[in-house]
């Protein structure tokens, strides 16, 4: 099929001297590079975020390493924890959902127009610091009725309370943080925001490391403030040189006249994102209030198996957050089909990454917490009640991983979405219920299980619901994808689980800890790539692999050429997220 010509080409072949095949091919020639430096771009992109979320979550694991080690799973641990409630909900909030949310968009849509994305910040930017330092205030005055809210079963609440007026000092350098963020990834710059937790979690080791002698526990608290104010300090310089040099955007993108980044911060269109973002971290809320009648140590033990239990979806979610000013920028233009494609590509390749993982939780729990914790206040009993309840918590992991992708198909486009919210509430009603009867029969266990149910019934209403929204998903398509991998996933478990299970028994007792852990990673990697990618036929596959071997084959034997294309390029292959920009924190001498 011969590739159509765009518009342009044809009137540059009219009004000058050039033969017009020669701006045929020429113009086709731009096209397929366009589209190449797209795909390196992201490549890049992906390359560079997947490297420093990696090297956060390793900084996270060692802040949580020094904490347990330090202060162990007991009252005061607890304490401190319900006080990191507030930076855990302003993560959330400010950075990871709702900031990202509403303002990705926002400046994508800014960025179709020269200065609009100046003009967004110096219409936002001032009366979000006056609004956040005022919520943090409050936070401080109230930090008492806070703790009880949160913790009514806390044997002394003074300390909890003290520990969260110094984490209320981070819902201001939180939102900061996620301000720069969002404008950063839709401007193309993916550095600066990736390194943020590297920057947090350096200030939380640093100041508990320099201050657990004289302050104990509020050296956390101290800490999270540091860690707050760095992950500002990290993106602000970016931010200010991209601020100065905007990219231009080809016109034939650009939205209507009227209609523009003003109406992306209209209540209307904020308050479902809000609504969306407060009641999943409001799952965190449910599970420190029912655990804190438990005896010490429930919380810590909660805590420790959420923080572990999450890597695989961390890092399944590294790509989509690479690409999700790619979607928005597409429904901005108009090419939702090239939205879907992405979408569903993101999907399908985080929930390989999530269940790969979390087969390797489920099967060796006990061996990771034991190398990871068991260390100075943290004993044994702490590694089998963390690890049972880890397994528990493993078996949700889809479940949040699909949440994080599929809400980005509803709040892609600029027009308030009530259905995400609604969905969160009836999971997080159904967390609530669940709980309640769980912890009176099975204690942390229930706790888990309750979050568990509640994020896949909000992954479910939110996968039957996709196909009606901006970027309209298909959803059976979907659905045996997921399922096929997921039969895949429960085979590497077992894999997993007796590879586990021989090499504990054959290997010595010092070492048989990180041999278990080595072991099920092998198990995994052995059983569940080669099985999804061909036998089951995983709908990710082919294009992860199959185009590569073939360009490899046909390079060796023919030398490079380029692939044709069939179609014109679409809004989020030629124009991802404002163009070719570098990745570095400014321009290149």
Request: proline share 8%.
């Amino acid at each position: 099929m011969p590739e159509p010509v765009p518009v342009d080409a044809l009137v540059e072949a009219t009004t000058s001297d050039t033969p017009p095949r020669a701006v045929v091919r020429q113009s086709r020639g731009r096209h397929r590079a366009d589209r190449a430096a797209s795909s390196r771009f992201l490549a890049r992109a992906a390359f560079v975020t997947a490297g420093l979320t990696a090297a956060g979550s390793l900084f996270g694991l060692v802040r949580d390493q020094i904490l347990a080690d330090s202060f162990g799973a007991g009252a005061d641990s607890d304490a401190f924890l319900v006080a990191w409630t507030v930076p855990e909900f302003a993560s959330t909030l400010l950075i990871e959902d709702a900031m990202a949310l509403i303002l990705v968009p926002a400046f994508s849509r800014a960025l179709l127009r020269r200065g609009g994305a100046l003009a967004l910040v110096r219409a936002t930017l001032p009366r979000l610091v006056l609004t956040v330092a005022a919520v943090a205030l409050l936070l401080v005055v109230l930090a008492p009725r806070l703790v009880a809210t949160l913790a009514p079963g806390l044997p002394d609440p003074r300390l909890a309370v003290d520990c969260t007026r110094l984490t209320a000092t981070c819902v201001l350098s939180f939102a900061l943080a996620g301000y720069c963020s969002a404008a950063l990834r839709a401007h193309g710059r993916f550095l600066p925001p990736a390194a943020i937790y590297v920057a947090y979690n350096t200030g939380i080791v640093s100041t508990v490391l320099v201050l657990r002698e004289p302050l104990g526990v509020p050296s956390a608290a101290v800490g999270v403030a540091v860690g707050g104010a760095l992950m500002v300090l990290v993106q602000a310089p970016s931010l200010v040189r991209a601020l100065r040099d905007p990219h231009p955007v080809p016109p034939a993108v650009a939205p209507a006249e009227g209609d523009g980044e003003r109406r992306l911060v209209v209540l209307a269109l904020v308050a479902p994102v809000v609504v969306f973002a407060v009641a999943r971290q409001s799952q965190v809320l449910i599970e420190r209030f029912l655990a804190a009648p438990l005896p010490p140590g429930a919380i810590s033990h909660l805590n420790y198996a959420q923080k572990i239990a999450q890597m695989p979806m961390i890092l399944s979610l590294m790509l989509c957050t690479v690409t999700f000013p790619v979607v928005a920028r597409a429904v901005a233009a108009g090419d939702r089909d090239a939205a879907r494609r992405r979408v569903e590509r993101d999907l399908l390749l985080a929930v390989l990454v999530v269940l790969a993982g979390a087969s390797i939780v489920i099967a060796a729990a006990p061996q990771i917490v034991d190398v990871l914790f068991q260390r100075g206040a943290f004993d044994r009993a702490d590694t089998a009640a963390t690890a049972a309840v880890m397994r528990v918590y493993a078996l949700g992991l889809l479940g949040q991983t699909l949440v994080g992708v599929l809400v980005r198909c509803y709040f892609s486009a600029a027009r308030p979405l009530w259905f995400p919210a609604a969905a969160m509430l009836a999971g997080l009603a159904s967390t609530a219920v669940a709980g309640a009867v769980g912890v009176r029969l099975w204690g942390v266990l229930g706790i888990a299980a309750a979050n568990a149910l509640g994020i896949s019934l909000t992954a479910a209403l939110l996968l039957a619901g996709s196909r009606r929204q901006s970027v309209p998903l298909g959803t059976g398509r979907v659905a045996a994808g997921v399922a096929r991998l997921a039969a895949v996933a429960g085979c590497a478990t077992a894999a997993a689980w007796l590879a586990t299970g021989a090499v504990a028994g054959a290997t010595p007792a010092s070492l048989a800890p990180t041999a278990g852990v080595a072991a099920a990673c092998a198990a995994v990697a052995l059983v569940f790539l080669p099985f999804a990618a061909r036998a089951v036929r995983a709908p990710e596959a082919p294009p992860l692999f199959r185009p590569a071997q073939r360009r490899l084959a046909h390079v060796r034997c023919h030398g490079p050429r380029p692939r044709p294309r069939t179609d014109p390029p679409s809004a989020a292959d030629a124009a991802p997220v404002g163009g070719d920009v570098p990745l570095d924190h400014g321009r290149r001498g």
